[in-house]
């Protein structure tokens, strides 16, 4: 497990989200202000989840090191 950008975040990737894993079903650009780059994450279950683009998560890739 890695902790990268969020704009990193692909489909498919499992994100660790309030200490419990959810797999990525889509990605969407989002906007948060005029300055403020976000996405909306959302998982095969469970709610979607709004973040800054910047912000860090923690995220598995399959086997997979991120970098």
């Known amino acids: 497990m890695a902790r990268i950008s969020a704009a990193r975040v692909r489909t498919g990737d ?6 419990g894993m959810q797999e990525v079903k889509a990605v ?4 948060r202000g005029a300055s403020k780059p ?6 095969k279950s469970g709610r979607p989840l709004r973040v800054n683009a910047t912000d860090e998560l923690a995220v598995w890739r399959g ?3 991120l970098r």
């Open 14 to 19: 499992l994100v660790n989200v309030r200490g």
């Open 38 to 43: 976000a996405l909306t994450l959302v998982f």
């Open 28 to 31: 969407r650009s989002d906007q």
């Open 63 to 65: 086997g997979r090191e």
